[in-house]
């Protein structure tokens, strides 16, 4: 089966409000299915292109919630930064501090610094609960606590010494959505929303279980993931209940970038330290990727976050300097490399430089 995927805009689009010529010569080489936010602070224009849901035909349209993938990692560190404002947490105290039961030859030497920057040194063990469900055992993992999935899954024997070195690994933040909760007494799901959405304004993001088709509570407006090319449609991955999942929409994701700057999530120190990178080669700060671009003749810092799950891909550039954000967000696979690639070329055409 071979769905088709209309280049179709999802609102009717006066001249003024159409896409800029770039963007509709790449929606068109990359048959594109997704949502182009473009806000530059004076003002946001919104364009979707494609299917929703490929089982009902649903359209896409600028509203479209999508999941966040790794983008989850960015807010659960910006919510250890607001407990850190609180005095909660210390970036560099030991987590046995927080989580006693934890493995305590471990947790005497791991620090929120360095699991929240990919350099515990903790093994990936959570891809061992993904070649479960895969096996078959979908129901026996699902029904896993939070606590039984992080002695399973992230207490693994250290790989090497504590922050030697970058590993993408999915175990540090199953520990870290763990400790959240454990510190606040809230689920992780409600941390977020108390120390991420709420504060900044982000009224239609939230969280599901397993995937979109489960969002908890329910909401519509939903993409769904999927593989034209594939004869079953797959598209994203599911998740067991223990590992918490989240959605945003495009706009949501501009908002977060701008109350972050405002002050109005994070104190200005943790502000700063949240967009200090730890790992230089991979560009790489506390859940999330910060660069220097080179606009008007001079470097300014961007936040460039990206997250993943199967065919849903997200990017987002926001340069604070001149308040202008780009999100693209799809859920048929796209190389995030050349949605960053086009929103570059994007913020260099609306940057209005000044003597």
Request: aromatic share 10%; net charge negative; hydrophobic share 40%.
């Amino acid at each position: 089966m071979t769905f088709a995927l209309p280049i179709l805009f999802a609102v009717a689009l006066t001249p003024a409000d159409a896409p800029p010529e770039p963007v509709v010569d790449w929606v068109q080489s990359h048959a594109f299915n997704g949502v182009v936010r473009l806000d530059t602070g004076h003002g946001a224009q919104s364009w979707s292109w494609g299917v929703a849901d490929p089982d009902t035909g649903r359209l896409l349209n600028p509203d479209t919630r999508f999941q966040t993938g790794s983008i989850d990692k960015y807010f659960a560190s910006i919510a250890v930064f607001a407990l850190i404002d609180e005095g909660v947490l210390d970036l560099d105290a030991p987590i046995s501090t927080y989580l006693p039961d934890y493995r305590s030859d471990t947790g005497v030497r791991l620090t929120l610094r360095m699991i929240l920057s990919n350099q515990s040194g903790l093994p990936n063990d959570l891809r061992h609960a993904f070649q479960r469900i895969a096996n078959g055992e979908a129901d026996a993992v699902d029904a896993q606590s939070v606590s039984e999935a992080v002695a399973d899954y992230a207490s693994g024997d250290l790989q090497f010494e504590p922050g030697g070195r970058f590993d993408y690994a999915l175990s540090n933040w199953l520990l870290v959505q763990h400790l959240l909760a454990e510190v606040t007494g809230l689920s992780y799901p409600e941390v977020r929303q108390r120390y991420v959405y709420d504060r900044a304004g982000m009224g239609q993001s939230g969280g599901y279980v397993h995937d979109l088709r489960e969002t908890t509570p329910h909401v519509p407006n939903v993409a769904i993931g999927f593989d034209p090319e594939d004869p079953e449609g797959r598209g994203d991955y599911w998740s067991p209940d223990f590992f918490k999942g989240s959605y945003t929409t495009a706009a949501d994701l501009i908002a977060l970038e701008r109350a972050l700057e405002a002050g109005e999530v994070l104190s200005a120190e943790s502000r700063a330290q949240l967009r200090t990178i730890e790992v230089p080669e991979q560009s790489y700060a506390y859940g999330g990727r910060f660069r220097d671009l080179e606009l008007c003749g001079d470097s300014y810092l961007a936040s460039t976050q990206s997250g993943s799950n199967g065919a849903s891909n997200i990017t987002l550039v926001y340069v604070p300097a001149f308040d202008v954000g780009l999100a693209l967000l799809t859920n048929v696979d796209e190389s995030q490399g050349e949605m960053f690639a086009l929103s570059y070329q994007l913020l260099e055409e609306q940057v209005v430089c000044t003597d």
